[in-house]
């Protein structure tokens, strides 16, 4: 069962970069399709970009399309989430997931992720 363990979160200015890590343990990273979601209070947690086992083809939501960059690092067991532009309205707690499946898709829905971290908290003022 793999663990994961998200970091890089903090409180950054309208128009900032941050770079979110997702550091894992205790699996074979490449076994796992990767992704990143978001929450706000009382909101349900959405989708933000997905990864597959390889890091070949990935998928953004349209909020953050151009403006996010995801990839992984199989050697290092470590999935990344390059945020640009950052806006207010992009703060939220962020987790990243993986699932385990054949093939070569990435997930975008929620239900579909079968391990999760803990969460980083980005907050972005105006």
């Known amino acids: 069962q793999v663990q994961l363990v998200e970091s890089g979160g903090g409180l950054v200015q309208a128009g900032d970069s941050l770079t979110l890590s997702c550091t894992t343990s205790?699996?074979?990273?490449?076994?796992?399709?990767m992704g990143w979601f978001r929450q706000t209070p009382g909101k349900e947690r959405e989708f933000v970009a997905a990864?597959?086992?390889?890091?070949?083809?990935?998928n953004y939501a349209d909020s953050v399309k151009a403006r996010f960059a995801i990839s992984r690092d199989n050697a290092k067991s470590t999935l990344y989430l390059q945020m640009n532009s950052l806006k207010p309205e992009d703060t939220a707690v962020y987790y990243c997931?993986?699932?385990?499946?054949?093939?070569?898709?990435?997930?975008?829905?929620?239900?579909?992720?079968?391990?999760w971290g803990q969460g980083t908290q980005v907050t972005v003022s105006s």
């Open positions: 205790g699996g074979t990273f490449t076994d796992y399709a």
């Open positions: 990864i597959n086992r390889v890091g070949v083809t990935q």
């Open positions: 997931a993986a699932v385990s499946r054949g093939g070569f898709a990435y997930y975008i829905e929620r239900f579909d992720y079968e391990y």
